[in-house]
């Protein structure tokens, strides 16, 4: 689904979320806005991603700062060095 926040499960990007940005019957193309830029999309295998019950609205897929944005409470850094 277009907006859908996924996990990777697979990959050197396994543990990080992506939105969906476009889909086809076999893959995904995901951005984040940060390393995989909406204009840049990553194709991945359906398959390889998590759904999450979140879907981010349209506008939050218009530009990479929007998406990072509405990625942010899924993709935390851990600042503790833990």
Same mark, same amino acid.
């Given at each position: 689904?277009?907006?859908q926040v996924v996990l990777s499960k697979?990959? @050197?990007?396994?543990g990080s979320f992506?939105?969906?940005v476009l889909e086809? #019957? #076999?893959f995904a193309f995901i951005a984040d806005g940060r390393l995989r830029k909406v204009e840049k999309p990553k194709r991945k295998r359906k398959k390889h991603l998590a759904?999450? @019950?979140t879907v981010l609205e @349209?506008?939050?897929l218009e530009t990479n700062g929007k998406l990072r944005e509405a990625l942010s409470g899924f993709n935390k850094i851990d600042e503790g060095g833990n």
């Open positions: 689904m277009l907006g697979a990959g @050197k990007d396994r992506y939105a969906i086809d #019957e #076999e759904p999450t @019950k @349209k506008d939050a």
